[in-house]
């Protein structure tokens, strides 16, 4: 199975991807957690999108097709994986379809998380304040002003992805203000 799930920053992905991760037993394949472990590691790719990252902008398309393509390379993503945070442009999604079309590969399904954008904020909030709580270390980009940064670049660059996929038929819309039962449930149909 090979899944995109897409919706704004705060729509829930990260919690679907990991209860479909086990579900079906395949990678959840993030370009953001890759990102921070390459900024985390200090190399090539992460000096050069640390900044941009933590402003809330988009890294450069070249970038993350390079990790995409290569991670998707991987013994374990052979049977199927979900990807969580990319296609974030239409040129991102052009990209992927030709690294697939390449390994014969095809996608079986784009889920989208549609979500009330005045609820995204207060659940970022809590995020961060669930992450201090536990002791953790909030991202860098989890604050007011990245976050309305990132906000923008969904509407103007991620949105058309969306469409993008429906005129292919390749995408379900999903409501992401449920509760995360009726969520999971609804991406389950989906992928009936
Ligand atoms: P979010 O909570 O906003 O969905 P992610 O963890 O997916 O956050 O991504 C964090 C940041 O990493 C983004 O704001 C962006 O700077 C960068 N990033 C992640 N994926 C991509 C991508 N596909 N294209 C460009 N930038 C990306």
Redesign the pocket.
Known sequence: MKLILLG???AG??TQAKRLVELLNIPQL????M??AAVAAGSDVGRK?KA??DA??????E??VGIIGERIRSDDARSGFIL??????VA?AEALDHLLEQRGLKLDRVIELKVDEAALLARIERRAAETVAAGGTV?A?DNPEAFKV?LE?YRAQTAPVSAYYARSGRLSAVDGMAPVATVAAAIDAALA
């Open positions: 704004p920053p705060g992905k990260g993030s370009t953001g957690d990102l921070r999108a941009v990252m809330g902008g988009l890294v450069s398309d970038i993350v969580d945070g990319f296609p974030r442009t991102q991202r980009d990132r670049a």
